[in-house]
């Protein structure tokens, strides 16, 4: 395990001590703990992971090898279409997605209230 973490980047380091990495040997990323602990962030039966934002509540976004991800900070994951490369203290998340004739497009997804607005 010491070898793989020389092939880490910090991709995001919010304003507390925790580091989001990815990892150029797995197809999976990590997330580093204040306390060091490193937890993997792998969505489950993806065949690979790519962490590209953490906000400061510890909520986690990027893409996996369908689609797009959010990782809940109790570890839960939520995946849709798109890929989200950024995420606000809000949760509001900004990103992209290719539509079927290859054409890139943004992405805006705002969390609904409980109220469902």
């Known amino acids: 395990m010491v070898a793989r973490l020389c092939f880490l980047d910090a991709v995001a380091v919010p304003n507390d ?3 989001l990495a990815n990892n150029y ?3 999976f990323d990590f997330l580093r703990a204040r306390d060091g602990t490193l937890t993997t962030i792998d969505v489950p039966g993806a065949a690979g992971t790519q962490a590209l934002a953490i906000n400061p509540a510890g909520a986690i ?3 996996y090898s369908d689609g ?3 990782r809940a900070p109790d570890g839960t994951f939520t995946t849709f279409e798109g890929t989200p490369t950024s995420i606000n203290p809000a949760g509001t998340m900004t990103g992209f997605y ?3 004739s290859s054409t890139v497009h943004g992405v805006l997804r705002i969390p609904c209230k409980p109220n469902g607005r």
């Open 25 to 27: 040997v797995t197809d």
């Open 17 to 19: 001590p925790q580091v």
């Open 98 to 100: 290719t539509d079927a």
């Open 61 to 63: 976004v990027g893409g």
């Open 68 to 70: 797009g991800f959010l």
